[in-house]
T-cell receptor
Framework: SQTIHQWPATLVQPVGSPLSLECTVE??????LYWYRQAAGRGLQLLFY??????ISSEVPQNLSASRPQDRQFILSSKKLLLSDSGFYLC????????????FGPGTRLLVL | GQQLNQSPQSMFIQEGEDVSMNCTSS?????WLWYKQDPGEGPVLLIA?????ELTSNGRLTAQFGITRKDSFLNISASIPSDVGIYFC???????????FGAGTRLTVKP
């Protein structure tokens, strides 16, 4: 069966510090991968998605970047965090790109102070 | 940004009661999905709907894909304390990068 992991689970970082969140998927090959941000009390906003190694599409302009160095690894990064980057970050995967449901990881709660 | 209107925003009900929530959109979707999120965890898929008019059940949960393809509802029958959480609807056009989420319905069940 497929599983998705995210770490760290919780992170507290000062403003201006760098960020690296990691997501890995097991049990499947060539998954589509997604990064979402969930602000407190709100729905999910798609940040990035990837259909393959090195292929990243950005949905919204922002202070963050994403990379996919390996087939089942997706990384969310920032060079300098802003207060507004605080939130709950969710990684998700799907088998295909068309009409395929997405399965979410446990999330990383980021607090920027 | 969000293109779905999900209601109600929150519900406080007594254990055993039935629950109904819905999502509407100005856009047509090809797929409707319902997720549940427990505190501090990622959303878990409950029901996926692929055809207009489709009515699908998953235990005590029932969801329907509206005929107009612009709305969907989720019903929970005979609620129990573990139903507590945030329920999200999601509409998908054709690709997963076109998926849009509602703001969520926060459900509280009193024993």
């Amino acid at each position: 069966s497929q599983t998705i992991h995210q770490w760290p689970a919780t992170l507290v970082q000062p403003v201006g510090s760098p960020l690296s969140l990691e997501c890995t998927v097991e049990g499947t090959s060539n998954p589509n991968l997604y990064w979402y941000r969930q602000a407190a009390g709100r729905g999910l906003q798609l940040l990035f998605y990837s259909v393959g190694i090195g292929q990243i599409s950005s949905e919204v302009p922002q202070n963050l970047s994403a990379s996919r160095p390996q087939d089942r690894q997706f990384i969310l990064s920032s060079k300098k965090l802003l207060l507004s980057d605080s939130g709950f970050y969710l990684c998700a995967w799907s088998v295909g790109q068309t009409r395929e449901t997405q399965y979410f990881g446990p999330g990383t709660r980021l607090l920027v102070l | 940004g969000q293109q779905l209107n999900q209601s109600p925003q929150s519900m406080f009900i007594q254990e055993g009661e039935d629950v109904s929530m819905n999502c509407t959109s100005s856009s047509i979707f090809n797929t409707w999905l319902w997720y549940k999120q427990d505190p501090g965890e990622g959303p878990v898929l409950l029901i996926a709907l692929y055809k207009a008019g489709e009515l699908t059940s998953n235990g005590r949960l029932t969801a329907q894909f509206g005929i107009t393809r612009k709305d969907s509802f989720l019903n929970i029958s005979a609620s129990i304390p573990s139903d507590v959480g945030i329920y999200f609807c999601a509409g998908q056009f054709n690709n997963n990068n076109d998926m849009r989420f509602g703001a969520g319905t926060r459900l509280t069940v009193k024993p």
